[in-house]
């Protein structure tokens, strides 16, 4: 089992930062994708950004410019960095991690972190 535990959500305006960061803990011998995804209200979860065990990164033309993913390997963190944040951004976001056990294959999701962004 691996647990993913979401934490830095919260209330900013429009034009503002916050970070969201995520801690994997368990049965864990690597990770291989970390990931953030995000869901509003009513409409479909999409791929925020995410990050390989080396560094490389993607993320979503939405966020290109604005939002940075990072990690830390040996803590098996991942925190997503956010600027100028837009109203339509509210949503609750999830990290995702896709790696391995010491028997098996493992994707998880966490819980979730809402951010919320008004005036």
């Known amino acids: 089992q691996v647990q993913l535990v979401e934490s830095g959500g919260g209330l900013v305006q429009p034009g503002g930062s916050l970070n969201v960061s995520c801690a994997a803990s368990?049965?864990?011998?690597?990770?291989?994708?970390m990931a953030w995804y995000r869901q509003a209200p009513g409409k479909e979860r999409e791929l925020v950004a995410e990050?390989?065990?080396?560094?490389?990164?993607d993320l979503a033309d939405a966020v290109m410019g604005r939002f940075t993913i990072s990690r830390d390997n040996a803590k098996n963190k991942v925190t997503l960095q956010m600027r100028s944040l837009k109203y339509g951004e509210t949503a609750v976001y999830y990290c995702?991690?896709?790696?391995?056990?010491?028997?098996?294959?493992?994707?998880?999701w966490g819980k979730g972190t809402l951010v919320s962004v008004f005036s």
């Open positions: 990050i390989t065990r080396r560094g490389r990164t």
């Open positions: 995702d991690a896709a790696g391995y056990g010491y028997s098996r294959g493992f994707r998880y």
């Open positions: 368990g049965e864990i011998f690597r990770i291989d994708v």
